[in-house]
């Protein structure tokens, strides 16, 4: 394409830059790259543009890369050309305003913003059937001169066969037409201006395309008739996806305006309701507050959302400032929840030639002033908010307000039964052991005093650790508080989803505490009780698990989340409950992403270990041995008293290479470093190649390196695959389920098939894991290794056979001959 070129000359325009230009340059007053855009968009909105088309290019790299922006507005003609470049001064503002559309351009200098991107910017436009251009190379513009350089830009008109062939390789990009109306055509547009930006700087390559379109649907003026296409899709005015807690609008029962009545005053502009300061009229807008703070994600990349947000004709002048101007920092828990969109168009006075702030004066310190004290108000409303909320969200406050038959009565009575002996222990409220009996009676009596109280007996419910294995939550009647078991499986993995103050959590723990006392209460004896608790906490183990991806799925986002922080923690977590484990997760400052408990029993004996796990995500190939902080895992171990503790990332540097730092640190430090890649090889292998919780224990003692990790995974790849009795354990499992009301203990269903008998209890163990990790909550084990199962042999068949034919080719017939499903001669 030469768009410099092409076309005839009809006209010569002269470009003077003065050396003040220069300063402003010098001293980077459009250094951003957006600046460009929302200079050329600006632009746009003064020729009364409808339709704004911005294209931006992926790769800014290739060869004729370029950037433009193209609008239907009422072009330019040889005149307006001629203003468009005279440097320093603009029209737009002389004659009659526009009410509804107020100019935006002022200083004549913002087209200027486009040198940062690009070296030559040509605007090509329409008008009266006429097609013209006009090509600005900034490279001439360079001079030592203090009072600047004059140079003439060549005007050519150009035929509409020109324009076609010398536009249709910019706009039409991948068979699709960039542009949102016609330039050509039997609908062309009337008029039309295409500004193209070319040769483009380094500096076009740190665009920001979340930031770039936050930029441009929140600083520039909304109007119904004004839309704006980035790269073919409609961008929509930036809007809160959340409703705000409360609204006010400025002037509108304005509390502020009413105790200052001798300063402001209330007043309408164009209908709507505004205020007028000492030096500053129609103030207008609204603030509105959320509840929660609208600090999110990286602002740099996306824009802020919290803050003020001041419009001077329609356009956001503080697109990074959350405030205005000099003003003394307002408190950040409440201002970084509240929003002000505040109209003060009287400013544009005294705006700066940047237009992204405005100079001091005395309207703009009335603003401030009436800001700060419209932030007082709002902030004495959310307090008042939080005290309220804070007491419907207690459970305690809760637990106080129910039936004291409910709450109350039960602890009373299953306590003095425990003093009396009646009862040997609780599953959930802890007793100091060694208390007098002077000391017994005087709990009693307190106890007896709280039935009726305000408060009641419950005074508190808090989040401890209390460990994965242990009960959802405790009592210690002494304290008076509940403690949630925040390492309970059920805790850990719903607690992300209930995000009002665990409060249900905290709910469903006080109903397990009281549940206890009800039956102590109701003289249900002490082993039944610890039998049908127990079992409610087996149900809330299996809730958490039951919807578990299967082995082929797991493997899939493992090698899918590679570089995604939050999808290889998921990932990684998914990968150890495949495994066997029971896998919980934690994160935040200071703790580990997860803790891994596997239930082992060896002979009959518990050999019960645990340990805990990060997931380190890169978008490069591989990290380095102080990002993989293993010393910061092994303080994660003994926190949390686990066995063992793990590391996953893409790869390390130096991971085959017996003497790096990875290596040598994971040695000494005896954590087991792990590539997801050979995770998630682990995990395809473990179904067909029988890979247990004790190996599972031997591959943790032994092996931490990379090298170590990498070869015993590629050792299990070796192992012999052999059939298995599946189809005579589904088969027996599902007789003895139905026909025997004992529980299907694994050795009850091994001793009633003689192919079962085969196999020792620890394979067949292994075997029914290996299902569960593949067909999922279809069949399971507990760690009493009592054997569930919820579906026909034939359909738990059926869904093997659907899963094994997803696995990747290279494991299809290892799968086949391992999970076959012929029935084994006797």
């Not at 230009?21 to 010098?26: D, N, P, R, V």
Request: aromatic fraction near 8%; charged fraction near 25%; charge should be neutral.
């Amino acid at each position: 394409m030469d768009l410099d070129n092409t076309g005839k000359e009809v006209g010569q325009i002269p470009v003077h830059l003065h050396s003040k230009i220069l300063e402003l340059f010098s001293a980077n007053l459009y250094s951003s790259p957006n600046k460009a855009f929302e200079e050329l968009v600006s632009n746009s909105y003064d020729a009364y543009a409808k339709i704004v088309s911005l294209y931006v290019p992926p790769d800014m790299t290739i060869p004729n890369a370029a950037i433009w922006v193209c609008d239907n507005g009422t072009g330019m003609d040889n005149n307006g050309l001629i203003d468009l470049w005279v440097i320093g001064e603009s029209k737009k503002r002389n004659g009659k305003i526009n009410e509804e559309r107020p100019p935006i351009g002022k200083f004549g200098i913002g087209k200027l913003a486009t040198f940062v991107l690009s070296r030559k910017l040509t605007h090509i436009t329409k008008t009266k059937d006429k097609f013209l251009a006009v090509t600005m190379d900034y490279n001439r513009l360079q001079t030592t001169d203090p009072k600047g350089k004059q140079i003439f830009l060549s005007e050519r008109e150009l035929s509409e066969e020109e324009v076609i062939k010398l536009l249709s390789p910019i706009i039409i990009i991948n068979g699709q037409n960039m542009v949102n109306f016609d330039l050509w055509g039997k609908n062309a547009s009337d008029s039309w201006t295409m500004a193209i930006m070319y040769d483009l700087t380094p500096k076009a390559q740190t665009i920001s395309e979340g930031r770039l379109k936050w930029v441009l649907s929140t600083a520039l003026p909304l109007n119904p008739n004004f839309n704006l296409y980035y790269n073919g899709n409609k961008l929509e005015s930036s809007k809160m996806d959340v409703a705000p807690l409360k609204k006010w609008v400025i002037g509108e029962d304005d509390k502020i305006v009413k105790d200052n009545n001798t300063e402001y005053s209330v007043s309408t502009w164009n209908d709507k309701p505004c205020i007028n300061l000492p030096h500053l009229n129609n103030v207008r807008g609204q603030i509105e507050l959320y509840e929660e703070s609208l600090l999110r994600g990286k602002s740099q990349e996306t824009g802020r959302s919290h803050g003020i947000f001041l419009m001077v004709r329609g356009r956001l002048i503080n697109i990074n400032e959350p405030l205005v101007g000099t003003m003394e920092a307002l408190h950040h828990a409440t201002f970084n929840r509240m929003r002000f969109i505040v109209h003060a168009d009287e400013l544009d006075a005294t705006l700066t030639s940047g237009r992204e702030s405005v100079a001091t004066s005395p309207g703009l310190s009335d603003l401030q002033t009436y800001l700060q004290r419209k932030f007082n108000e709002v902030r004495s409303y959310l307090m008042n908010y939080f005290e309220k909320e804070e007491k419907s969200r207690n459970p305690s406050y809760k637990l106080a307000r129910t039936s004291v038959a409910l709450s109350r009565r039960p602890l009373v009575i299953a306590v003095r039964k425990f003093f009396n002996g009646e009862v040997d222990d609780f599953m959930f409220t802890k007793i100091p052991g060694n208390l007098t009996e002077v000391q017994k009676q005087t709990i009693l009596d307190e106890l007896e005093r709280e039935l009726f109280s305000e408060d009641g007996i419950i005074k508190e419910v808090e989040i401890a650790n209390l460990g994965s294995e242990k009960p959802i939550a405790e009592f210690n009647l002494v304290e008076r508080k509940i403690k949630l078991n925040q390492l309970h499986p059920f805790v850990a993995n719903f607690a992300t989803e209930l995000q009002t103050f665990y409060l249900p959590l905290k709910l469903i723990a006080a109903n397990e505490i009281l549940t206890e006392a009800f039956m102590i209460e109701m003289g249900i004896d002490s082993a039944s009780i610890r039998q049908v608790m127990g079992r409610r906490d087996e149900l809330l183990r299996e809730l958490t698990y039951s919807d578990n991806p299967n082995t082929v799925q797991v493997a899939m986002r493992l090698k899918d989340s590679i570089a995604d922080e939050e999808g290889l923690e998921d990932a990684v977590y998914h990968a150890f409950n495949n495994l066997g484990f029971q896998t919980t997760k934690i994160g935040g400052n200071g703790n580990p992403d997860g803790e891994a408990k596997a239930y082992l029993r060896e002979d009959g004996v518990k050999k019960d270990f645990s340990l805990t796990y990060d997931a380190k995500s890169t978008k490069k190939k591989s990290i380095k041995a102080k990002d993989a902080s293993l010393s910061a895992n092994v303080k994660h171990r003994n926190a949390y008293n686990a066995n063992y503790s793990v590391v996953v990332a893409i790869d390390y540097e130096g991971a085959t290479e017996s003497e790096s730092s990875i290596n040598k640190e994971a040695k000494i430090q005896k954590v087991s470093v792990m590539r997801a890649s050979d995770l998630r090889t682990l995990v395809l292998l473990a179904g067909p190649r029988e890979v247990n919780l004790a190996e599972m224990k031997q591959f943790l003692e032994t092996c931490h390196t990379v090298l170590e990790t990498s070869a015993w995974i590629e050792s299990v790849k070796n192992r012999v695959v052999k059939p298995k009795p599946i189809k005579e354990l589904l088969e027996t499992t599902m007789k003895l389920s139905r026909e025997d009301p004992e529980l299907p203990y694994l050795s009850a269903i091994r001793v009633k098939n003689p192919i079962l008998e085969r196999y020792s209890l620890s394979e067949l163990r292994t075997l029914v894991k290996s299902l569960e990790s593949i067909v999922g909550h279809m069949i399971s084990i507990n760690e009493r290794d009592v054997v569930s199962i919820q579906s026909s042999p034939e359909k738990i068949i059926q869904a093997l056979d659907t899963v094994v034919r997803t696995v990747p080719p290279e494991l299809m017939e290892d799968y086949i001959k391992a999970f076959e499903t012929k029935t084994q001669t006797p």
